[in-house]
């Protein structure tokens, strides 16, 4: 399986945790799960120059920094520096279930040490099964409970429970990077799905394409259309908490990109002004929980 939208954002978490002391987002494992892939996306990358940053001036190796720091990372890393953030208050708050939908190679489960959270990572069979793949063979140890599904499916629900999840346990739930390749209406049935088996308390997190949309929307836009991953809708905050309130949500937080920048990437800006990162333009970051 190739699915190279959730490969690039591994890459991104794996070339900036290797390029940086200091971190908005740390991963540690991302470049181990990648393997091979993490050089031959870094070719694609410095490849692909004139694409990404037509006209730039100077090395491959500075012009690949530019295509990271600029266009790559900063949706990645914020999002998932705030989803763990918010993670980490509701475990405190007594969350016992973790569930990742649409988990791609997503890295939590392979980091984590709190045995008394359950993990649940939800994606298409082919990509649970290339990921066990990775791990076996970097020889990393990952206690997650993979449940092969499609979320377009209702079965997924069902299979969920199947493999142990318990509806009246407190739950987390990450949703990020999927509200872009859903047309608004499978998003909304998406949302409604989940409220079903979540109990009072528990809590969903995710990113939403804005209708501000920017340079750098586009360009994800662009980048997502050569993956054959079109991006299908666009959200007002007022649409978004309509969505959430209908199916019992209530947004307990809500970031722009001034708040992004102000909360997650100041420190790495101030540690590093000659590679300067801002939070997207055109991305809005909810943290939502259930009545």
Known sequence: MDNMT???SCFARAYHYKNNSIHIFSDNIAEKLLGDDYNQIEKNMTDGLDFFCPGFKGTKEEGLRVIVDKQL?????GRSAFCEDKLKACVTNGCRQYVVFAAGYDTFSLRNSDESLTVFELDYPQMIEDKMERINKARLTSAAIGVPCNLADEAWKNKLLAHGYDKDIMA???LLGISYYLKKVDFEQLVMSISEIMSEGSAICFDYPSVDESAETRKTQMLASEAGEQMKALYSYKEIDMILDKYGFIIEE????DDMACRYFREYNQANPMHQMNAPVGVGYVYAVKR
Request: net charge positive; charged share 20%.
């Open 6 to 8: 959730a490969k690039v």
């Open 73 to 77: 990372s900063p949706s990645v890393l």
């Open 172 to 174: 987390f739930g990450s």
């Open 254 to 257: 809500h970031l722009d990109k």
